[in-house]
């Protein structure tokens, strides 16, 4: 049981971390008007999007059931 007492300080030093980061990161955020944060969604949506990826064609279909089949053995090397 003692040796969970030396993660203590480093849980202690990670919660604070987290919530100095977290209480940190929300000073950089800056109220958007509403109006203006409308007509950038509506340009947005008006630009025309290029395809990111070409269609290709579908794969070939694997014809393999999952079971191995051993190639028979030739009668004539007898």
Do not use: F, H, K, N
């Not at 977290?22 to 509506?42: L, T």
Request: charge should be positive; hydrophobic fraction near 45%; aromatic fraction near 6%.
């Amino acid at each position: 049981m003692e040796i969970l007492l030396w993660l203590v300080p480093s849980a202690v030093v990670t919660g604070l971390a987290m919530l100095w980061v977290g209480w940190w990161g929300r000073e950089g955020r800056g109220e958007v008007d509403r109006e203006v944060a409308v007509a950038r969604m509506a340009q947005a949506l008006r630009r025309e999007s290029p395809a990111r990826y070409a269609a290709r064609p579908a794969p070939a279909r694997d014809r393999s059931r999952g079971i191995a089949v051993r190639p028979s053995r030739s009668t004539s090397g007898r």
